[in-house]
Antibody, heavy 117, light 110 residues
Framework: EVQLVESGGGLVQRGGSLRLSCAAS????????MDWVRQAPGKGLEWISY????????YYADSVKGRFTISRDNAKNSLYLQMNSLRDEDTAVYYC??????????WGQGTLVTVSS | SYELTQAPSVSVAPGQTARITCGGN??????VHWYQQKPGQAPVLVVY???DRPSGIPERFSGSNSGNTATLTISRVEAGDEADYYC?????????????FGGGTKLTAL
């Protein structure tokens, strides 16, 4: 069974940093691209970052470029999102998702990040 | 940047057919994916590549895509279909490809 489990969310001050993790199981994660998607309270889904299976290709949404860094460790079946210079508008539930030919076919349950002023 | 437009809400009586649209410039040239999200839950892929269904998704869910509009059709709507539905594409039109979601449509079974 494919499972994605996010962790690392919490309360952080404006301007602070946080590192999210996503543990993958039930599939060979090194064969798949991965994405991070977030959802602000009461709002829609926002794609924020993509990483290819080999980590050679990485993309970011303009809203997080230069502040967030996506990475992965295939040996640990893990995906990461380093978030720096956090802003109020970064408050959201963050989901990791498996990317198969641009469709996000499996999602984690999400982890909540709250940026407090 | 590429944008996808969805109506905020759609209401339909149980047993009837719901059509949820997703508008975008020449969206017919892109692969469109649809997700269902129920309150407090993660999104679930219900249609991919315009019209294919993942295993486990009922045949009542179907999709089409042409011109500037993609459509998710839910036949014989059930109370359990009440959810937010999001369309998604991959925009490769620039040097910095991006994932793009529509704003979401809330489906209510009256």
């Amino acid at each position: 069974e494919v499972q994605l489990v996010e962790s690392g969310g919490g309360l952080v001050q404006r301007g602070g940093s946080l590192r999210l993790s996503c543990a993958a199981s039930g599939f060979t994660s090194s064969n798949y691209d991965m994405d991070w998607v977030r959802q602000a309270p009461g709002k829609g889904l926002e794609w924020i970052s993509y990483i290819s299976s080999s980590s050679r290709t990485i993309y970011y949404a303009d809203s997080v470029k230069g502040r967030f860094t996506i990475s992965r460790d295939n040996a640990k079946n893990s995906l990461y999102l380093q978030m720096n210079s956090l802003r109020d508008e970064d408050t959201a539930v963050y989901y990791c998702a498996r990317d198969f030919s641009s469709r996000l076919d499996y999602w984690g349950q999400g982890t909540l990040v709250t940026v407090s002023s | 940047s590429y944008e996808l437009t969805q109506a905020p809400s759609v209401s339909v009586a149980p047993g009837q057919t719901a059509r949820i649209t997703c508008g975008g410039n020449n969206i017919g040239s892109k692969s469109v994916h649809w997700y269902q999200q129920k309150p407090g839950q993660a999104p679930v892929l219900v249609v991919y590549d315009d019209s294919d269904r993942p295993s486990g998704i009922p045949e009542r869910f179907s999709g089409s895509n042409s011109g500037n509009t993609a459509t998710l059709t839910i036949s014989r709507v059930e109370a359990g279909d009440e959810a937010d539905y999001y369309c998604q594409v991959w925009d490769s039109s620039s040097d910095h490809p991006k994932g793009v979601f529509g704003g979401g449509t809330k489906l209510t079974a009256l």
